[in-house]
């Protein structure tokens, strides 16, 4: 299925770092990784593009200003809203030089890029389907900083997202639970998936109601890369934390499984834990991926019972001469 996008969005390399998806009434919005950006596809016939792109700081006020990428990974469309989660992640340096020491220092530096930190909800216009103006979670309200005394999660806020640091990849949303799933860190191969409770704070803001919870879901080593939902389930994009191809698949989780059984739903002081053992995910789907290209980073559950799924660093045969990329469109195994 092809994705056609604009000039501008080609120039900024969106289509080549497409990181969420999501369905809309008429299309799809879809967001990279790269810039401030969020952008509506619509569905054309045989293609999807028409492209309009929206500004962030439009809607709402981001931390570091409009410019500054705000890194989004996570899309999830609910009640009339549309939310978005930034990575809250520090990032290293890559390596540009085959000079050991420039190598080393670059290695050795360590950015915080304040707009990674935000989670976003925004109205939805009923009769246009676009967003007005909404409220962010940001600053010193952001969650990171609430994860800063968690037993589990704190000692990887100073890690970098690429290093099994603190890495939010996926949001849903279903009711009034927000679940933020985390590429990582991975605890000795269970990877975590936060559910939140948000509500409206003064002047454009959100604050977190009550004390979050954490999943902790045995996927075998991999962490969260995506997440979308399949009815009362979540279907989990499964894939490597660290900078590796594969393997990535998709697991389907009841999250009211592990919240009903007591027997596995773990109470510390004012911690809430579950305790997802593997043999209640279910695998239904093994995804392709390339060698270093071709990595599954957003799905979306279609209206017809399709998955699709959309790729960072597509290779160029997903290239489409007319400035698309080829999303994957799979039928999942019952």
Known sequence: MELRFDHASQVAQTHTNLSAIRQSSTGLWVAGDETATFEHLTWTGDHYGAQRTFRLADYVSLPAGPEDEADIEGLARADGHLWLAGSHSLKRRRVKSKDPAKAADRLATVIREENRFILVRLPLDESTGTPLPGAILSGRDNLAEALRDDRHL???????????????????????????????????????????????????????????????LDLGGLGVRDMCPDGESLLLLAGPTMNLDGPVRVVRWRPDDAQDDQRKDGRRGGERTGVVPEGELETVADLPYGAGCDHPEGLVRLADGRLMVVYDSPSPARITPAGGVLADVFTLRP
């Open 154 to 216: 704190a000692p990887f806020l100073a890690l970098p997202g690429k290093d099994n640091g603190l890495d939010v990849e996926g949001i849903a949303v279903m009711g009034d639970r927000v679940y933020l799933g985390l590429r990582g860190p991975v605890l000795r191969g269970w990877a975590v998936v936060l559910e939140l409770r948000v509500e409206d704070a003064a002047r454009g803001r959100l604050r977190l109601r009550e004390v979050y919870r954490k999943h902790f």
